[in-house]
């Protein structure tokens, strides 16, 4: 089967990038990407594509070639269904916040929803990719659901997980380590199988292509975030143990990521790691493991996220306790807001809960983020339900410039490791300051001794 059509639900941060490599890539191909949010869609078309709703370093470039050309964002999600060979399910999965599973499990309702429509519109036999990440076994639900209310057409169901990273996903889909391809071992799901395999072979080679069955496939993708996940809560409970002994965390992560069986990669301890995928995905682990009565397996990886919140705390804690154990009416600045640098994307960032946890000690939190808006800081907070929407707007002050947002401040406390932070004019940050100025550096990034000689209180993590 040549692909010809191909049509992705959902323009979110894993959507729009693949779809948009897709396009550049495969000229022939026509992906039109489609989503219920009418506003995502309309940024998507933003004729400046600088405005695009996802910002990520080289993505705007991709979306001048191709949109227009075979690439298109639409709302119309019947029409791009009906006319695809290929669907990929790429719409969001959060953790369920009610009912069976609230707080673990994985919310399938989206996924759910998608499938009915694709039954109910599809005329023709469809491919059908699960692109979000999922539990194991809901290729299985969505067949069901696809073969008891359609048409009367073939589904063929494939799990091709997105490994990329926020920040990097343009470089990451360009090359990719690996692509994996689950399908059925059927002569239909075979060919199903080498229909995706042909499209990303106009720029993937072909030994990096992987095909396995469904349930490996949508289970290594949990697998493999449950392990980078786990190696940060690792150096991060060293951090801790660094910081009571005299050792110093950089040091031991060099030092062990020599030994090439440990690699030298996600040893950077930190304030913590956010994004949209690691808790979610290791909570709904956790949560398929106990389901199947597996306690040790489930206890084992819970143990990630309980060090990981932890982590955060730690950070929190340590600011007031250095800051004479009081933050009350003090300027404590935040340089960051995103979970990790070169992206906008703040789901599960550290920041949001350390700014929490010191508004609760009557802190006055500063921010300054170069690409997180005033209105996503704030909904940020206002998600935890920790107090009202017009508490968290006259707790938080938004600033535009760094050097304004530290003016004043008892502490500035680094969350997010962008570049931008390290070469920054400090003295003059330092002079704007109270003193003592105190910098908790929760990214490692900066020069502790240039800062100390400026005559910062310097702490960063693990030393
Ligand atoms: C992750 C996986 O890397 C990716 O393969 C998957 O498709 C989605 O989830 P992402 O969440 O976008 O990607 O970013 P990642 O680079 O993994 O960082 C996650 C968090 O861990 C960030 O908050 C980051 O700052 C933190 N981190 C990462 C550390 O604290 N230390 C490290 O050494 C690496
Ligand atoms: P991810 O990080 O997994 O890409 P996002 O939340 O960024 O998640 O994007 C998911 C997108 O899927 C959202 O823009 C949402 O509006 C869209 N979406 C969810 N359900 C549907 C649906 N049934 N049809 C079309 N779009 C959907």
Redesign the pocket.
Known sequence: MKITKICCIGAGYVGGPTMAVIAQKCPHIQVTVVDLNEQRIKDWNDPNTENIPIYEPGLSEIVAEARGRNLFFSTEVEKAIDEAQVIFISVNTPTKTYGKGKGMAADLKYIELCARQIAKVAKQNKIVVEKSTLPVRTAEAIKSILDNTGNGVQFQILSNP??????TAVTDLLNPDRILIGGDATPEGEAAINALVDVYANWVDKDKILTTNVWSSELSKLT??AF??Q??SS?NAMSELCEKTGADVNEVAKAIGMDSRIGS??????V???????QKDILNLVYIAKSYGLNEVADYWEQVIIMNDHQKRRFSNKIVQTLYNTVAGKKITFLGWA??KD?NDTRE??AIYVADDLINEQAEVSVYDPKVSRTKMLSDLDYLETRTSEENNSSLAIFNNAYEACKGAHAVAVLT?WDEFTTYDWQKIYDSMHKPAFLFDGRNILNAKELEGIGFIYKGIGS
Do not use: D, V
């Not at 997105?162 to 920040?167: D, I, T």
């Not at 990669?265 to 930190?270: E, G, N, Q, Y």
């Open positions: 997105e490994f990329l990273a926020e920040g493999a975030n980078l996940a190696r940060i150096i990669k996600f040893l950077k301890a930190s913590g790691f956010g994004g949209s995928c690691f979970f990790k992206t960032s550290a490791e």
